[in-house]
């Protein structure tokens, strides 16, 4: 169980996110098209899987917004916004604010969160997934992993960033 703050006041997660050099876990999400989606769809291709509550709150739509432009445009990398929201609300959010770059996935109705560590078991969001951002090689190992602390502030973009090389 892995520690974290919301708004300054404890918070645990399910497990651990996975670390620097282990192969990421087997993940199934939904898309917006409500089609299963692995990290097979993406082989041969860096990840940065940025993992955020909700969409619909201001921190996850920024995280979102600057991985679009930041990440979006290399042909080598896939940007995956993955959150618990329903594949609808997903959609609409990128439809609005015309992010093209970035796939978002849901894990509304998978293990997502238990095993990778990521479920929020206390505070006000319980049940949603916490901040984090991990970084896959084309082979889907890690190559950069952050819990960010305080689930209420942004990533560090900036290492993400230098992990894809």
């Known amino acids: 169980m892995a520690n974290v703050t919301f708004k300054g006041n404890p918070a645990h997660t399910s497990g651990e996110l ?30 940065v899987l940025n993992i955020v509550p909700s969409l619909d709150t201001g921190v996850c739509a920024t995280s979102t917004r600057k991985f679009n432009q930041m990440v979006g445009s290399r042909a ?20 609005a604010e015309g992010i093209t770059n970035v796939v978002s996935l849901s894990a509304f109705r998978s293990n997502f969160d238990k095993d990778w560590g990521v479920q929020l078991l206390d505070t006000p969001l319980k049940g949603l ?3 984090s951002v991990v970084v896959l090689d ?19 973009y900036d290492k993400a960033l230098a992990a894809l090389g």
């Open 76 to 95: 080598d990398a896939v940007v995956l916004v993955i959150s618990k929201d329903l594949p609808f609300a997903q959609k609409r959010f990128c439809e």
């Open 129 to 131: 997934l916490a901040r």
């Open 138 to 156: 084309e082979n889907n190992k890690v190559i950069y992993s952050q819990l960010v602390p305080e689930i209420t502030t942004e990533p560090d």
């Open 18 to 47: 996975p670390g620097v050099g282990q192969v990421a876990p087997g993940v199934s999400l939904v898309s917006r098209t409500l089609e299963e989606v692995t990290l097979d769809a993406y082989q041969g291709k860096k990840k």
